[in-house]
C-alpha cells in the first residue's frame, strides 16, 4: 500500500476515549501541537458501561483530574441528570461524591471541547502501527496507510485491542458496543517486544423505562444541596431538575434460572479466556462465589434525559441472550421489562505495566506513552487521571521540563500509577479507598489544595482558577487563626446551648476552635456564639475549617508518615543498576528489581517479594557509591 505523508505533530494521542481525552486536551494546553485519533468520531469520551461518574475513590480522582487543570469535572458538571453524595453519614475520608451521566450529552460536549481547542486536530483513523527509530517513537501508520510523525505518542485504545465481544455461545471480533476492533496494533507492540495481556470486563443489559413497574423498586433521588466535580463550577449552576434512580434486587428466583444455565455461561465454559475484574463480577460470578446471599443489589439509572434506554446495574453478563430475559423477568419491578440491548463481555489486550515508568513512558520505547485500560484498569476515572498525566509528561518532556509524578501522598492517581507501575496488575485495576495508606489526606474535599498549585506550575491551571484557589485558601487559614483566638465564656447561653445538647455545662473559658473539635458540634452551631466575620465564608470554607479542626490529631500523624516517606522518595536509585553485582540481595528481591526497575527506595521498598532486609543493603550500596551499571546492549 502507497504511504501518504501525513502532518508533522508535538504529540499524537491514539485513541479518543476517556484517557484520550484529558491526554490530548493536557498536551494541546500545554503549548503542544497535538493528534488525536480515534476509530470513530461518534464515540468521542463514549461511556460504552455504566452511565456515571464518581464514587468512592474514583469521585476523588475526577475532582484531582479538576484540580490539575482536566476536563472530566467541567464535562460532567454540565451534563448529569442525577448528583448524590454517598457516604453522608461516615467521615470525610470516605465520602464520594458520584453523578448520573446524561450519556450522549456528556459524549457530544467533550467532543465540542476538543474540536475547539487550539493546537488540537480529531481525526478519524485506525491505528496499525507504531514508528520507532534507534529505540524512540517518532510516530504512527494508520490502517489507509497515512504516516503521521510526532516527537511523542500515547496510546490509549480502551477495550478496542483485538477485542472480542461474547454472548452465550457467540464471539466475535469487535470493539465496545459494537465498534469497529483495532486487530494490528496489538500486534505492533509485541513486535517492538512489550509482553501484553488478556483481560475482560462486561456490562449489563439495558430495558425499556416505560415498562418498568417503579412502584415496587425504591427510589434513589439526587441532592438538593448543590455539589460539583469541578472546583471552578458555581453552585448557582446546580441543576435541581434531575432524574432519580431507582433500587431493586435480584431473588431466588433470578439465581435458579442462573445456576440452571451456568453450562452456557462463557465464564465458566472456557470461551472467555481474558481475566476480569474482581471488585466488579458479573452477576453469575456473584451467585458462584456468593451464594449464600440470597439476593443482590440492581439500580436502575437512566442513560440520559431523551432516551428510554434504563442501564441495569448490577445485572453484568455474558449469558446467553434468552437466558438474560428470563433473568430480567425474574427481577421484581422488570416482570414486564423490554430489553433493549443485551449484556456482554468484551475481551480485550493490555499493555503489562511493570513495563512503564511513574511518567507512564514506556521503559523499552522512548517517548511512547500508554494511559487507560490499556494499562490494564477499568473504568473513566482512572483512565482520565491516567490519560493527564501522560499528556502531561509528554509535553514537559518535549519542553525538556522536568516531569510530573504524583507520589502516593499527593493523590488517589499517585496511588494508582504506583499500584501498575510497581506491583502490576492479573485483573482489571479498580481504585478502593483501601488502597490508599492515607486517605484521611486524599479527600475529595481538599483536592484543590493538594493539586492545584502543580497544575497551576505546568500551566494547565489558568491564573484566574488559580487566583479563586488562593483566595479560599487564604480565606480557610484566616478563619483557623481566627478560632484560635477567639475564647468563649460560659455564658447562660452557651450553658443553656450544651443542656439542650445533653452535654456537660462548660466550667471554664474555652477557645472556640477546640469547642468546634468536639465531635457533637458544628461550625454552624458555634458560629451564633462568635463575633461577626468580616467577610461571609462560603459554604466549602467552612467544610474545610471543620475537617480540619475535627482531624486535626488524625491528620497530623498522616502528615508526619508523609514526610518518612518523602526523605526515602528522595533517594534516587540510578538507572541501568546490576542488581546482579549486589551481594546479598536475595535472589527473588534481585529478580523482582531487574523487572520493575525502581526510580526510588521508597518504590522499591514496595515491590512485592523485595524485604526490609533487601532495602537495607541496597541502601549501603547506594550510599557507599558502589555502583555497577549494566553492560549496553545496544
Known amino acids: 500500500m502507497e504511504r501518504y505523508n501525513g502532518e508533522e505533530f508535538d504529540v499524537i494521542v491514539v485513541g479518543a476515549g476517556h484517557a484520550g481525552s484529558e491526554a490530548a486536551l493536557s498536551s494541546a494546553r500545554m503549548g503542544c501541537r497535538t493528534l488525536l485519533l480515534t476509530i470513530n468520531l461518534d464515540m468521542v469520551a463514549f461511556m460504552p458501561c455504566n452511565p456515571s461518574l464518581g464514587g468512592p475513590a474514583k469521585g476523588v480522582v475526577v475532582r484531582e483530574i479538576d484540580a490539575l487543570g482536566g476536563e472530566m469535572g467541567h464535562n460532567i458538571d454540565k451534563t448529569y441528570i442525577q448528583m448524590r453524595m454517598l457516604n453522608t453519614g461516615k467521615g470525610p475520608a470516605v465520602r464520594a461524591l458520584r453523578a448520573q451521566a446524561d450519556k450522549s450529552r456528556y459524549a457530544e460536549e ?31 501508520v494508520t490502517a489507509t496507510g497515512a504516516v503521521y510523525k510526532s516527537k511523542a505518542v500515547i496510546i490509549t485504545a480502551g477495550t478496542a485491542l483485538k477485542g ?4 452465550g455461545e457467540l464471539k466475535y471480533s469487535s470493539g465496545p458496543n459494537n465498534s469497529q476492533p483495532s486487530l494490528k496494533l496489538s500486534d505492533s ?5 512489550f509482553e501484553m495481556d488478556r483481560f475482560k470486563t462486561g456490562t449489563p443489559p439495558r430495558v425499556k423505562g416505560s415498562t418498568i413497574d417503579y412502584s415496587v423498586t425504591e427510589i434513589q433521588p ?4 448543590p455539589n460539583h466535580f469541578s472546583f471552578s463550577t458555581p453552585d448557582s449552576a446546580y441543576n435541581l431538575n434531575q432524574l432519580p434512580c431507582w433500587l431493586t434486587y435480584s431473588n431466588e428466583g433470578t439465581h435458579d434460572i442462573i445456576r440452571e444455565n451456568l453450562h452456557r455461561a462463557p465464564m465458566f465454559t472456557g470461551i472467555v479466556e481474558g481475566v476480569g475484574a474482581r471488585y466488579c463480577p458479573s452477576i453469575e460470578d456473584k451467585v458462584v462465589r456468593f451464594s449464600d446471599k440470597p439476593r443482590h443489589q440492581i439500580f436502575l439509572e437512566p442513560e440520559g434525559e431523551h432516551t428510554d434506554e434504563v442501564y441495569v446495574q448490577g445485572l453484568s453478563t455474558s449469558l446467553p441472550e434468552d437466558v438474560q430475559h428470563k433473568m430480567i423477568h425474574s427481577v421484581e419491578g422488570l416482570e414486564k421489562a423490554e430489553m433493549m440491548r443485551s449484556g456482554y463481555a468484551i475481551e480485550y489486550d493490555v499493555v503489562v505495566p511493570h513495563q512503564l515508568r511513574p511518567t507512564l513512558e514506556t521503559k523499552l520505547v522512548e517517548n511512547l506513552y500508554t494511559a487507560g485500560q490499556t494499562n490494564g484498569t477499568s473504568g473513566y476515572e482512572e483512565a482520565g487521571g491516567q490519560g493527564l498525566i501522560a499528556g502531561i509528561n509528554a509535553a514537559l518532556k518535549i519542553q525538556e521540563k522536568e516531569p510530573l509524578v504524583l507520589k502516593r501522598s499527593d493523590g488517589y492517581i499517585g496511588v494508582m500509577i504506583d499500584d501498575l507501575v510497581t506491583k502490576g496488575t492479573n485483573e482489571p485495576y479498580r481504585l478502593l479507598t483501601s488502597r490508599a495508606e492515607y486517605r484521611l489526606i486524599l479527600r475529595h474535599d481538599n483536592a484543590d489544595l493538594r493539586l492545584t498549585e502543580k497544575g497551576h506550575e505546568i500551566g494547565l491551571v489558568k491564573d484566574e482558577q488559580y487566583e479563586a484557589y488562593l483566595a479560599k485558601k487564604e480565606m480557610i487559614e484566616t478563619e483557623l487563626k481566627r478560632l484560635g483566638n477567639i475564647r468563649l465564656k460560659p ?3 452557651i450553658q443553656q446551648f450544651m443542656e439542650s445538647k445533653n452535654l456537660s455545662r462548660l466550667k471554664d473559658g474555652v477557645l472556640a476552635s477546640d469547642f468546634l473539635r468536639r465531635p457533637e458540634m458544628t461550625y454552624a452551631e458555634l458560629a451564633q456564639f462568635l463575633p461577626e466575620n468580616e467577610v461571609e465564608l462560603p459554604n466549602k470554607v467552612i467544610e474545610q475549617v471543620e475537617i480540619q479542626l475535627k482531624y ?25 543498576i546490576d542488581y546482579e553485582a549486589i551481594n546479598g540481595l536475595a535472589t527473588e528481591a534481585k529478580q523482582k528489581l531487574m523487572k520493575i526497575e525502581p526510580e526510588t527506595i521508597a518504590q522499591a521498598s514496595r515491590i512485592s517479594g523485595v524485604n526490609p532486609a533487601d532495602i537495607s543493603i541496597l541502601m549501603v550500596y547506594l550510599e557507599q557509591g558502589r555502583v555497577v551499571k549494566k553492560e549496553s546492549t545496544n
Open 110 to 140: 467533550m467532543k465540542r471541547t476538543i474540536e475547539r481547542e487550539e493546537n488540537l486536530t480529531l481525526r478519524q483513523g485506525l491505528v496499525d502501527e507504531i514508528l520507532v527509530e534507534d529505540g524512540i517513537c517518532r510516530g504512527v
Open 164 to 167: 472480542e465481544i461474547i454472548i
Open 189 to 193: 507492540l509485541k513486535s517492538l517486544g
Open 222 to 225: 439526587g441532592d438538593a444541596m
Open 491 to 493: 455564658t447562660e447561653e
Open 552 to 576: 486535626e490529631g488524625y491528620i497530623k500523624k498522616a502528615l508526619d508518615k508523609v514526610e518518612k516517606l518523602k526523605r526515602m522518595e528522595a533517594k534516587r536509585i540510578p538507572e541501568n
